[in-house]
T-cell receptor
Framework: GAVVSQHPSWVICKSGTSVKIECRSL??????MFWYRQFPKQSLMLMATSNEGSKATYEQGVEKDKFLINHASLTLSTLTVTSAHPEDSSFYIC????????????FGPGTRLTVT | QQPVQSPQAVILREGEDAVINCSSSKALYSVHWYRQKHGEAPVFLMILLKGGEQKGHDKISASFNEKKQQSSLYLTASQLSYSGTYFCGTLGGSEKLVFGKGTKLTVNP
């Protein structure tokens, strides 16, 4: 159990375009999902917390107008990178949190974004 | 505050044991351990909760000292598949995990 999917697994886009990444919890409902960014050989950097039916909470330094998050249902959250630039190239990973007291998080397989 | 992991890296021969430590400066509700292989997402290994409850894989063991805000992950009889970067994530006053910088484990034949 506890499977999280992410789509696409990789994407190459031109500078100035927007890219949407989907994160789905396949076998459980997740009221809370998280979006992380990871640079090579570094730790996971939390970008935002996504709660179903409410606005996402962004971490300090993360531009909310650039990284649009929508948590449309208990199984789907999307991250849209708007007007992407080469410095946005990174590995983006989502996670979904189970609703029990353990606060377990299960990660999606990640999306590698390359902006040319 | 980011938990501190040690060591930063460790190299083992297959069959050897290793301990990875995670230390926080704040009171913790739980510690979560993950393993990440290159180019892949982190995979859940174990959760250790305040009060002693644990949840995770049978072949992985860990400890959580609530008073010291420290956790250790024990890898025994290591296999080649254990190679990867191990992250601890700590949960304190909010639902957000804060991850350490990771410990790179290399298991050689």
């Amino acid at each position: 159990g506890a499977v999280v999917s992410q789509h696409p697994s990789w994407v190459i886009c031109k500078s100035g375009t927007s890219v949407k990444i989907e994160c789905r919890s396949l076998d459980f409902q997740a009221t809370t999902m998280f979006w992380y960014r990871q640079f090579p050989k570094q730790s996971l950097m939390l970008m935002a917390t996504s709660n179903e039916g409410s606005k996402a909470t962004y971490e300090q330094g993360v531009e909310k107008d650039k990284f649009l998050i929508n948590h449309a249902s208990l199984t789907l959250s999307t991250l849209t990178v708007t007007s992407a630039h080469p410095e946005d190239s990174s590995f983006y990973i989502c996670s979904a949190q189970t609703g029990d007291f353990t606060y377990e998080q299960y990660f999606g397989p990640g999306t590698r974004l390359t902006v040319t | 505050q980011q938990p501190v992991q040690s060591p930063q890296a460790v190299i083992l021969r297959e069959g050897e044991d290793a301990v990875i430590n995670c230390s926080s400066s704040k009171a913790l509700y739980s510690v979560h351990w993950y393993r990440q292989k290159h180019g892949e997402a982190p995979v859940f290994l174990m959760i250790l909760l305040k009060g002693g409850e644990q949840k995770g894989h049978d072949k992985i063991s860990a400890s959580f000292n609530e008073k010291k805000q420290q956790s250790s992950l024990y890898l025994t009889a290591s296999q080649l598949s254990y190679s990867g970067t191990y992250f601890c994530g700590t949960l304190g006053g909010s639902e957000k995990l804060v991850f350490g910088k990771g410990t790179k484990l290399t298991v050689n034949p």
